[in-house]
Every structure is written in C-alpha cells, then in structure tokens.
C-alpha cells in the first residue's frame, strides 16, 4: 500500500486522478482477484477520453452499466448514435467535435440526461434547433450549444421554451447573438433559466426586459455595429524645414493622412463623415509660373481633365472604408463614425472572429499649373500661317507695347489652375485587431493600435562622400583662420569657448527635448444592445 501511495513511489497515481482511480489501485493490490472486466465496467461512473483522435461511438460503451458521465471533447466525432449510449448517462460532453446534425443522437436519447454540451461544432440552427424539445430532453438542466451556427432566434427560444427543467444555458458565439434584442428576448421568453451565456440572471434585468417576449415583431434577424476612428500620433513631419527654402515652385506637393479598415461586404452603412474617393482636383492659386515641360514625344504629362484619378488598387476593395484625409500635424483627429447594419449575421460572425485589419496610410499628391499657354502657341502658328502677306497691316494696328500689356494685367489678375497627379500611396502601419470577444458577451472592444516609431529615411542613409568632403574642406578653412590670427585673438576665442561651455544652444536643446513618439490609432467596435425593452420600443 506505501508504493501505492507514496508520491515518491514509481506506481503512484498522478495528485490530480479522481477518487475512483485510487480506490482501484488499491483493490488492485488488497484484492487482486476483483480485478476482471466485469468489475470495471461496473466500477466506473466517469470516463474521459479527450484528444484522442476518437471518430466514433461503438456498441462496446454499453458495456459500462453504471456510467453517469462521459466527455469526449476535442475529438473527430462526426455523429454519434445514442442508441450506443448507456441509459445512465447524466452528464454528455461533445465540444470539440464536427458534428453536423442531432438527428442519430435524439433517436434513442438517454432519459436521465441533465447536462448536453454541443459546444463548437457545426450544427446549423434552422434545421437542428427541432430537436432541442422536452420530448427528447425531459430532465435537461444545462444546455451548451455555444459556437455554431444558430441565426433563428424566435425558432430556438420557442423550442427551448418546452424544455421546464432548463436553468442553464449557453448561446454565446452563434450568429444570433449579434440582434439587437437578444439577450432580453431569451431572459423574458425563459422565465425559469438563471444563468445565460455564464453570466446570472439579476431580477432588475428580468424586470427590465419584462414584456419583450410578446412582441416577437421587433426582432429582426440584424445586427448593428459602429466603428469609430479617433487620433493618429506619431506621424514624422513629410517636409522638412531646409525643404521649404529649397523646393522649387512647382510642383506643388501636398500630404494627407487616413485611417482604413475593413468590413463585411454585404452591408448597409450609415455614416457621418465618410471619406470621398479622392478625384481629379483643379485648384487655383494667385501665383505667377510656368506649366510643366512636355515629354520629347510631344504628348502632355497632364492626364485627362475628364477622367478621374485612380486612387485605389484594382483589387475588390468593396469592404474597406476610409476615414477623411486629414493634413499632417502631430495628432490628426479623424473623428471618424460609421454606423454598419448587416443582415449576414453568419458571415458577420466570420468576420468578427477573424478581426479587422486597420492600415495608416500616407496620401502625396503632386500638382501642377494647367498648360494653357500650349494652346495659345497652337493658335497663334495657325493665324500666321495665313496671315503672312498680311503682316505688315497687322504689325501697324498693333499698338507699341504689341499688345503686351493688357495680356499680362490679365495674367496677374487671373490665377494659376493646377491639376492633380495620381497620388502616391505608402502604408504607415498595418495590423489586426481581435473582435471574438463581442460573441460573448462584449459590447464594446476600444484598442489603441501601436505600430511602433516609424523611422525615415533620412535617419537612416549615412552621409554621402560629397557631404563628407565639404566638411573637411569647411573644418581645413577654420583652422587656416585661427592660425592667421593673433595671439591675443586665439585666446579670446578660447575663452569665449570655456565660458559657454557648459551652455547648450537652442537648437541642441530642442533636438534633445524631440522624442520619436510610436505611430498608434485609436479604434473601437461597439455592438448595439438593447438594454431594456422601451430600448426595443424606440427603435
């Protein structure tokens, strides 16, 4: 019995076995001649095979008379004949399998039956949902049916509604979850459950959905969500300050920032400010200068003023949605809401567990003067083409500026159109934002999405031998200066050094004050609840 029993003997049972594994160990030794088949099957009211690889459910079990519990979790179960059940069974466990349908279990189902877990299978629930009635299930205290494909809520709860014995169930992670009056249409059409979806029943909540179970006309089968789009942080500054002294005039470079993510394709959205593809801008500026050169071939770099830009790949971007295009600062409110309503609630149900994948992206975009001058040349070779012989006439109504004048007042008076190239688009940050917590139970997921500090590509490029050489050829220049000076002069200067030694100028400390800040988004999901039944009324 001590090797039994010792926890240091190489025949000890693991701390964790049930007490009937001990018992047996010790008729094992005290008793050897009780150990025979028939003993066991009779011994046992447990049995847990889970991960097993088990397909299938033979007419062996019934060998085990007195078995009360049986799980079979994580396994490859496809469907299970109940009549290979043994008639004891109180507990049955079968999350985890692939089964598809109820009809060969609810054939001959276990009378005694308390606990059914169907829990993350494939049952589909429009035409499984018939089998869950008090004509099979009569004693049926818990009921796991969480992470399939239930969509009918008015059908479940009806069948579910004959089943008096229910006072625990769960629901959670099934497409019907996602209407709005879910988990009140459940808690006021069962009376009798006390715990839906792992969470307690309160009297306030029952009193508070009091009523919504007769009036079935308010639930529709769709679901509601808004997304909000809040402030980007941590976008470097595109232009730099020695840019803006050298740049030319044109063309001219502007930048903008938005956020995108995806979303179900077969949608109906409502939002408040959704952002506009962007199309082929003319803007107008009081500015003198010159169009842009054409190409050798003589065709314009312009593209066509009737024909908008293409600001987005090819591909199918029928899910995605963008916020507005906000100018570069060092936080850009997007202040973006879009309230989405589908009535998919099964590829809905995908598409949450999958999660969305937010992107920030950079938007730059060239523009240039229109080339109105082009067409004034083209007029002008025309008319003295054939207008030769008359162009001495024409030279003496001219007057004697040529007419110059009142062309160029125009000029100065009228403004310089330009027109938009196809922008250039660079993705900031992109990553997925998890939302399976609002199949159970979560109404509301609010991320901060940090993609990390965004190097440029200026930190980054190491000097090139031209700049190098410059320096040198600056640092030969000061000492020839020092060593043409004075005596007197040289010590001045060395001293002026040793009194602001310990000072740092301005532009040191305001290098040493800028931190790279990492690039994040503020994202949020909310799935729209009702919270008692005047909530259900209104809408």
């Not at 009569?138 to 004959?162: C, R, Y």
Request: hydrophobic fraction near 30%; charged fraction near 25%.
């Amino acid at each position: 019995m001590e090797f039994v029993s010792s926890q240091d003997s190489p025949w000890a049972l693991p701390p964790d076995c049930s007490p009937e594994d001990q018992h047996l160990r010790e008729l094992a030794v005290q008793s050897p001649q009780l150990i025979r088949d028939n003993f066991i099957f009779l011994f046992y009211r447990s049995l847990r095979i889970v991960d097993r690889g088990v397909n299938e459910v033979d007419e062996h079990l019934l060998k085990f008379h007195n078995l009360e519990e049986l799980v079979l979790s994580a396994n490859q179960i496809s469907k299970i004949n109940s009549a290979h059940l043994p008639r004891t069974l109180k507990v049955l466990e079968l999350c985890g399998n692939e089964i598809v349908g109820l009809q060969d279990l609810c054939s001959h189902p276990p009378p005694k039956l308390q606990h059914l877990g169907l829990g993350y299978n494939r049952l589909l629930g429009s035409s499984e949902d018939k089998y869950l009635t008090a004509d099979f299930w009569p004693n049926l205290l818990s009921l796991d049916l969480s992470f399939n494909n239930f969509t009918d809520l008015l059908g479940i709860v009806a069948k579910l509604d004959t089943l008096q014995q229910l006072r625990m169930l769960v629901l959670q992670g099934n497409p019907l979850v996602l209407m709005p009056g879910y988990r009140g249409f459940v808690i006021d059409s069962l009376p009798k459950l006390c715990i839906l979806d792992d969470r307690n029943i309160s009297p306030d909540e029952k009193h508070k959905f009091h009523g919504l179970s007769s009036k079935p006309d308010l639930i529709v089968n769709k679901a509601q969500l808004v997304v909000s789009v809040g402030k980007i942080k941590g976008v470097p500054n595109p232009i730099k300050p020695e840019e803006l002294e050298s740049s030319p005039e044109f063309p001219l470079i502007t930048y903008s920032y938005y956020v995108t993510y995806e979303f179900v394709e077969r949608e109906n959205a409502e939002d408040t400010n959704s952002a506009e593809i962007h199309q082929n801008q003319t803007v107008a500026i009081p500015s003198p200068g010159s169009p842009p050169e054409n190409d050798d071939q003589g065709g314009s770099a312009l593209p066509d003023a009737s024909s908008p830009l293409k600001t987005e790949p090819p591909a199918n971007r029928a899910n995605k949605h963008l916020t507005i295009r906000k100018s570069w600062a060092e936080t850009m409110d997007c202040n973006h809401r879009k309230e989405h309503i589908t009535g998919d609630l099964v590829e809905l149900k995908a598409f949450l567990m999958a999660g969305t994948t937010i992107t920030v992206v950079e938007e730059k975009v060239l523009s240039w003067p229109v080339a109105a001058a082009q067409t004034e040349d083209a007029g002008k070779k025309g008319k003295a083409e054939k207008g030769k012989a008359d162009k001495g006439k024409a030279e003496k109504g001219k007057p004697k500026d040529g007419g110059k004048g009142d062309k160029q007042k125009k000029k100065k008076e009228s403004p310089i159109e330009l027109r938009s190239d196809p922008p250039f688009l660079r993705s900031l940050g992109s990553g997925n934002v998890n939302l399976e917590s609002l199949l159970t139970g979560d109404q509301l997921v609010a991320v901060v999405c940090d993609f990390g500090i965004l190097i440029t590509e200026e930190t980054t490029q190491p000097s090139s031998p031209k700049e190098k050489d410059s320096k040198k050829s600056k640092d030969k220049n000061k000492k020839t200066k020092t060593e043409g000076e004075s005596p007197t002069n040289q010590k001045t200067t060395v001293a002026a050094k040793g009194k602001g030694k310990n000072k740092e100028s301005p532009e040191v400390k305001e290098f040493q004050e800028i931190q790279p800040v990492p690039l994040t988004v503020e994202f949020q999901v909310q799935l729209i609840q009702w919270t008692a039944t005047s909530d259900a009324q209104y809408q």
